[in-house]
């Protein structure tokens, strides 16, 4: 049974994902239960669990409407299970689970908060980061440091090209507009520029993207490269610092 992906627009610019496999649905993340509901209905899908990525409200806000509706059980990171509602499960890397495309492998990527989890789906070539890896961007720094969220995005570079990243907010325009003040005259940049841009003026979703075109276009992802060391005055430094650099540019752009 191939993996069934929704999204669902949450909040002024949340997103939440039903997922439909051979285990039964689930859903990513609980901005706020109504839309979730609403599209489940219409889907005619029952989800049994809720998996939670990390503790921030927009992403947890709804869970207990969620659990009084459906009765479903709630899992989500051990390391912060003091800050979420209450888990029925509480995952560490390496709890894997679930059968043919619903295989799941919940992974480490801290730095936007200590305990955030990414749910990795790697038989259907699909990776649900929420605020770690973002399109086009990643999360703010505020409760790791920026050494654990360069070494988050590595870790998740490091998956295979073609696996669809479905990252927690539609926050791609304003993360386009940053690389370009890094690199303006960057052909892939210019490329994505405009595909994002029609994306938006369509009312489209921006993600999910490949983690190939990431690896192209994200000044996140591309610290260790001397196209954008050159850009940001930083040739020959450590991609570490050229990442400290390059988000701190982006907490004051």
């Known amino acids: 049974m191939t993996l069934e992906i929704v999204t669902v627009p949450c909040r002024a610019d949340n997103y939440a994902y039903l997922v439909k496999g051979p285990d039964g649905t689930c859903i990513i993340d609980a901005p706020d239960a109504a839309p979730i509901i609403a599209t489940a209905d219409r889907l005619g899908w029952t989800p049994g669990v809720l998996m939670i990525t990390h503790h921030h409200g927009d992403h947890t806000e709804g869970t207990a409407a969620l659990r009084d509706r ?13 800050k979420l509602p209450p888990l029925d499960m509480a995952l560490t890397e390496g709890m894997n689970g ?3 495309e ?18 990795h789906f790697p038989n259907a070539a699909a990776i649900f980061t929420a605020d770690s890896l973002m399109a086009w961007g990643c999360g703010r720094v505020f409760e790791g440091t920026m050494e654990m969220m360069h070494a988050t995005m590595q870790k998740l570079a490091a998956l295979p090209p073609e696996t669809m990243i479905y990252s927690g907010h539609e926050y791609t325009l304003g993360n386009m507009k940053f690389a370009l003040s890094l690199e303006p005259d960057n052909p892939a940049l210019l490329k994505r520029a405009e595909k994002v841009k029609a994306q938006r003026e369509r009312g489209e979703a921006t993600v999910p993207v490949s983690l190939a075109e990431e690896l192209e276009t994200n000044p996140f992802l591309r610290c260790n490269t001397a196209e954008l060391q050159k850009a940001v005055g930083m040739e020959g430094a450590s991609p570490e610092a050229v990442f400290a650099e390059v988000r701190g540019r982006k907490d004051r752009f």
């Open 70 to 82: 459906y009765g479903l059980k709630v899992m989500g990171p051990k390391a912060e299970e003091d």
């Open 98 to 100: 679930g059968n043919g």
């Open 102 to 119: 619903a295989y799941t492998v919940p992974l480490d990527v801290p730095g936007h908060t200590l305990g955030h989890m990414a749910f």
